[in-house]
């Protein structure tokens, strides 16, 4: 089993910027993958970016690709969402999902970015 755990979030104006960290812990040698997505009220949770843990490839959804990037720190165990120029739709839960070797999600508790205008 893996586990994650999200932090970082927090209230910052339009404009702003945040570092979403997302710690993983357990079976880590079998994470395949890292992602985030996002949930606002009432909207379906949506794919952010993602970050192979291995080779390093990286994917991004469009509405945050010029203005977000994924790093990770295979030593930590960490993986990073840097969001610059946040705007008011940003705002949502941020999950983190760890899927392993086997397809097996795992996923965190979210952390809440709200972004004021």
């Known amino acids: 089993q893996v586990q994650v755990v999200e932090s970082g979030g927090g209230l910052v104006q339009a404009g702003g910027s945040l570092r979403l960290t997302c710690a993983a812990s357990?079976?880590?040698?079998?994470?395949?993958?890292m992602n985030w997505f996002r949930q606002a009220p009432g909207n379906e949770r949506d794919f952010v970016a993602r970050?192979?843990?291995?080779?390093?490839?990286?994917y991004y959804a469009d509405s945050v690709k010029d203005r977000s990037t994924i790093s990770k720190d295979n030593a930590r165990n960490m993986v990073y969402l840097q969001m610059n120029n946040l705007k008011p739709e940003d705002t949502a839960v941020y999950y983190c999902?760890?899927?392993?070797?086997?397809?097996?999600?795992?996923w965190g508790q979210g952390t809440q970015v709200t972004v004021s205008s």
């Open positions: 357990g079976r880590t040698a079998s994470i395949d993958a």
């Open positions: 970050i192979t843990w291995f080779g390093g490839s990286t």
């Open positions: 999902k760890a899927v392993d070797v086997r397809g097996q999600a795992y």
